[in-house]
């Protein structure tokens, strides 16, 4: 987890300073530049939207996992992408959300699977149901930010997306969809 949390917040710092950098560029005027990355900009950016949309899945039963010794790697690593992923950002931006002058959307992309727990996505389905528990709780703890925090959480369907392309897993054991 920890080396998610390092890369999710050189990311999140990476976007933050490029952020600042566009917004205090006047195209006008030659560059000169007004921070470095490891300075932080006098003003620091405005955030208005945060989407949340990182996942991977799996493809074979907790119990196939189990007797390969795959198990505890599976779930670690669901849970480390589809849910501290989300949160290590949010605490990342948590300052630049509680600041913004025009209060901020946070949309969490997560999956029917959040809601409706099918065979075969045991650790995908615990990963999508922790990101509906804390982006619900999550809520409640800023519904009183002063210039207002909305947070949504999406549920699509099945997808034809490349996230069942890499499932996690068993390598012989693939699920049609």
Do not use: W
Not at 10 to 21: E, G, K, W, Y
Not at 85 to 104: F, K, Q, R
Not at 132 to 155: H, M, Q, W
């Amino acid at each position: 987890m920890a080396m998610v949390t390092a890369m999710v917040t050189a990311m999140v710092t990476a976007m933050v300073t490029a952020m600042a950098s566009a917004q205090s560029t006047d195209t006008h005027e030659p560059p000169s530049p007004t921070h470095s990355p490891t300075q932080p900009p006098a003003q620091p950016p405005t955030l208005r939207q945060v989407v949340l949309n990182a996942g991977i899945s799996m493809g074979a039963s907790f119990t196939s996992l189990s007797k390969a010794g795959e198990a505890m790697g599976v779930m670690r690593r669901l849970m480390d992408v589809n849910y501290f992923g989300a949160v290590g950002v949010i605490d990342a931006l948590l300052p630049l959300l509680e600041n913004s002058p025009t209060g901020v959307r946070i949309l969490a992309v997560s999956s029917v699977v959040g809601l409706v727990a099918p065979p075969t996505r045991t650790g995908y389905a615990a990963s999508k149901f922790a990101l509906k528990g804390f982006c619900d709780a999550l809520r409640c703890e800023l519904i009183d930010s002063p210039n207002g925090c909305v947070v949504t959480l999406a549920y699509p369907g099945a997808v034809r997306t490349e996230i069942n392309s890499s499932r996690l897993g068993l390598k012989a054991e693939k699920v049609s969809e």
